[in-house]
């Protein structure tokens, strides 16, 4: 089965310093992978995907990703991070039993100035 | 990408009551859509998929009952909390796929409050 881990569930990063969130997935079959992000109360905004093209994925607000077979990750970085990053992020994987996504826990960014 | 809406964005109703929440494919047909829950500080939980024309999937503890799901059209999933209570306030977000479901479309969400 296809599962997510999202390793710490709190990243705290200084305004300009370097954004690292971290993703592991295991799954069966070559998976699509996804960047979410969430500002509070509000819905999911998609930052980028990963379907099996470029292993580098660029997305949205400067964030990109790189999909890591071997090591099963897919890990989301910004090289510099802004005030309004601060919010939360969620990866996820496609081949939920009914074709659904699914979630990681999430990992909640803060940005200091 | 496909815009995804929901109606309403907020509603607050008394312990007992039924509410209605909508969810809209707006310039795509969606042939699948999915009702997730999400608690406060948590991920987002599976509850039901659905199928334009055909009965709702469930996820294992989820009372069919109470959360009646309708996907009468390719735009248009309904989710119904059912005599509704405290403990399901929540966060419910839809989200929606077309036929090949490589990409869904979130809608931006529904915070239900019962008192």
């Known amino acids: 089965a296809q599962s997510v881990t999202q390793l710490g569930s709190h990243v705290s990063v200084s305004e300009g310093a370097l954004v690292l969130l971290r993703c592991n997935y295991s799954?069966?079959?070559?998976?699509?992978l996804f960047w979410y992000v969430q500002y509070p109360n509000q819905g999911l905004q998609l930052l980028l995907k990963?379907?099996?093209?470029?292993?580098l994925v660029k997305g949205i607000n400067g964030f990109e990703a790189e999909f890591k077979k071997s090591e099963t990750s897919f890990h989301l970085t910004k090289p510099s991070a802004h005030m309004s990053d601060a919010a939360e992020y969620f990866c996820a994987v496609s081949g939920g039993s009914q074709g659904n996504l699914i979630f990681g826990k999430g990992t909640k960014l803060s940005v200091k100035p | 990408g496909a815009v995804v809406s929901q109606h309403p964005s907020w509603v607050i109703c008394k312990s007992g009551t039924s509410v209605k929440i909508e969810c809209r494919s707006l310039d795509f047909q969606a042939t699948t859509m999915f009702w997730y829950r999400q608690f406060p500080k948590q991920s987002l939980m599976l509850m039901a998929t659905?199928?334009?024309?055909?009965?709702?999937?469930?996820e294992q503890g989820v009372e069919k009952d109470k959360f009646l799901i309708n996907h009468a059209s390719l735009t248009l999933s309904t989710l119904t909390v059912t005599s509704a209570h405290p403990e399901d306030s929540s966060f419910y977000i839809c989200?929606?796929?077309?036929?090949?479901?490589?990409?869904?479309?979130f809608g931006p969400g529904t915070r239900l409050t019962v008192l």
């Open positions: 659905s199928n334009e024309g055909s009965k709702a999937t469930y």
């Open positions: 989200s929606a796929a077309g036929i090949s479901r490589g990409e869904q479309f």
């Open positions: 799954s069966s079959v070559p998976p699509y």
């Open positions: 990963y379907t099996s093209a470029a292993t």
